[in-house]
């Protein structure tokens, strides 16, 4: 009923850039918190960037000035624009939904913890 769908991730040189978009469908009412956590290979899943529906934003510190998260709630959709990327940037992103209200079946529902289904970003030295 309310799926992530997540595009954006590829192969990038050092440096470059990506930008992950992660776009919320179904009958959705609102939609709380988005953020992006990411995963690299025998570690675990980190947070990268959080921002809330108010536009209130948080990022891991070693993505600060380099991340950039943002959100378009029209679209339900979130975004995160990556710059000067590093090889360690290297990991599987996923996009998170803490909560969506959406309507089904006549009723107004709420649900929670919503995850997409990954997108890897590989940064070459």
């Known amino acids: 009923q309310v799926q992530l769908v997540e595009s954006g991730g590829g192969l990038v040189q050092a440096g470059g850039s990506l930008r992950l978009s992660c776009a919320a469908s179904?009958?959705?009412?609102?939609?709380?918190?988005m953020g992006w956590y990411r995963q690299a290979p025998g570690e675990q899943r980190e947070l990268v960037a959080l921002?809330?529906?108010?536009?209130?934003?948080n990022y891991a510190d070693s993505v600060k000035g380099r991340f950039t998260i943002s959100r378009d709630n029209a679209k339900n959709t979130v975004y995160m624009q990556m710059s000067s990327l590093k090889p360690e940037d290297t990991a599987v992103y996923y996009c998170n939904v803490d909560r969506i209200t959406y309507y089904s079946g006549g009723l107004y529902r709420r649900g929670t913890d919503y995850w997409g289904q990954g997108t890897q970003v590989t940064v070459s030295s």
């Open positions: 921002i809330t529906s108010y536009g209130n934003t």
């Open positions: 179904g009958n959705i009412v609102s939609i709380s918190t």
